[in-house]
């Protein structure tokens, strides 16, 4: 599988999941990952280890409304 990482993407999907499982407190894992103890806490939290991907969508002011009504 061919992932896609940002250039200043500090962690990948396999550090992710060490991060997920381990029972090892944060600062322990952000010095082992070389990450912040914030990163650590963002992926330990998630449910999955891949960033969800962005939508690039530009809409009218007719299509907002319709989007908010159908809501």
Known sequence: MLISLHT?????PKF???IQVS???A???AERYRISEQTVWKWGRR???HTPPKLQTT???AQEIAA???Q
Do not use: H, I, K
């Not at 200043?8 to 990948?12: D, I, L, M, R």
């Open 8 to 12: 200043q993407a500090t962690t990948t």
């Open 16 to 18: 992710r999941v060490g």
């Open 23 to 25: 029972t090892d407190p």
């Open 27 to 29: 600062w322990v894992l």
């Open 47 to 49: 449910d999955d280890v």
């Open 59 to 61: 809409l009218t002011p």
């Open 68 to 70: 908010v009504v159908l």
